[in-house]
Structures are given as C-alpha cells and as structure tokens.
C-alpha cells in the first residue's frame, strides 16, 4: 500500500505535534504547516490523500483556504479536507462543509484512538 500524505494545518504547537506523531506513528506521511498561508500553498501543491485544518489561523483562516482552492485549485487533486475545531462554532464549520470541506473532527473531544478511527474513515481505510 502507498503511504498516504496528510496534511495537518494547525497553529498550536502542541497539537500540531500531537497529531503528526500521532499519524506517523501509524505510518502515514505527514506535512504540517503553522499558518493558513503556508497551509494554502501546500494545498495549492496537492497531492495529499486528507488535509486537517483548523479554522482559527494565523495569516489566512480555514474558509479562505476553501476559498482560495475554489478559486485556484489544486495543481495536483487532494482528497478530502476536514477541519479541526472546537465546540460552538457551528456557524463556520456549515460555512466550510458548504465550500468543499468533507466534514469535521472537534478536537477537544477526541481522543488518540477517535482520531485515527476518522482519519482511517475519511482515507477509506476502515
């Protein structure tokens, strides 16, 4: 099986580690990216089997990088795109999923092994 390639954008530290190590422990090629900007240009790249993003980013938010891939897509097709975020922001998240994004994880209530289950679920791994 290819290694599959994720792409985590995500400000905070801790959680960008968490998931990468998390992600690579099971195998999966991981790429990280701290800001929306570098996130977009990644994306913009392509390639990626499953991008993770929040909403709440540095330089460009999580809807304009939907946005911008709707304007400009991908040079390479990614799969799909799943935003990170926490409870109560039901408003942006119906935002992102009507722009393209597949679906959500809130990260607050998901442990290690919820984490894999949907990353493995929205690869078609399960």
Known sequence: MENKKILIIEDDQFLREFYQELLQSE?????VA????IGFQKAHMGGF?????D??????DGLAILRDLKVSPPQTQNGPIVVLTNLGQDAIINQCLNMGAEGYLI??????DQVLTEVNSYL???
């Not at 701290?34 to 900007?37: K, L």
């Not at 089997?49 to 993003?53: A, D, H, S």
């Open 27 to 31: 195998g999966f090629s991981v790429d």
């Open 49 to 53: 089997n499953l991008i993770l993003f």
């Open 124 to 126: 078609g791994l399960h």
């Open 107 to 112: 990260k607050s209530a998901m442990n290690p």
């Open 34 to 37: 701290s800001d929306g900007e």
């Open 55 to 60: 909403l709440m980013l540095p330089k460009k």
